[in-house]
């Protein structure tokens, strides 16, 4: 059974339409290397392997698995060039999935570990982002 920390799945499956439309309209960052050809390869095996699955937790394990191949070189970005990120909405992702965590009714790896995870890759970037961006103004 589903509970309120539904609502953050739904919240980040509209987020990520809404950045892969922007992406295909021409926004975004578009210097690709071999990081990111081979994430964007193991995440599209790690969603066949969520779409063939019948049990719920492990898909819910290789659709977790898929986001972050999807988000390494995000996190690899952010500590290269720390300014290519705004960690504000990162952090703001990682409190609302800290506030699913504690909304949450049913306790149990089907409701807790998606919430769980976009804490801690959300909370990485924003972080990564924010002490960059201090340490490198510090070099200056």
């Given at each position: 059974g589903a509970?309120?920390?539904?609502?953050?799945?739904i919240g980040d499956c509209i987020g990520t339409s809404a950045v892969t439309i922007l992406c295909l309209a021409g926004y975004g960052y578009k210097k690709y290397g071999r990081l990111e050809l081979?994430?964007?390869?193991?995440?599209?095996?790690?969603?066949?392997?969520?779409q063939v699955t019948r049990q719920p937790v492990l898909a819910i394990f290789f659709a977790v698995l898929a986001?972050?191949?999807?988000?390494?070189?995000?996190?690899?970005?952010?500590r290269r060039d720390p300014w290519s990120e705004m960690?504000?909405?990162?952090?703001?992702?990682?409190l609302g999935s800290l506030l699913s965590l504690?909304?949450?009714?049913?306790?149990?790896?089907?409701?807790?570990l998606f919430p769980g995870y976009l804490l801690l890759v959300n909370a990485a970037i924003g972080l990564l982002a924010l002490t960059g961006r201090r340490s490198k103004e510090n070099c200056a």
């Open positions: 509970s309120w920390s539904l609502v953050l799945l081979a994430c964007f390869g193991l995440a599209v095996a790690a969603i066949v392997s969520w986001d972050f191949l999807a988000s390494f070189p995000t996190l690899v970005k952010a960690p504000v909405g990162y952090l703001m992702i990682s504690f909304s949450t009714t049913i306790f149990d790896a089907a409701n807790l």
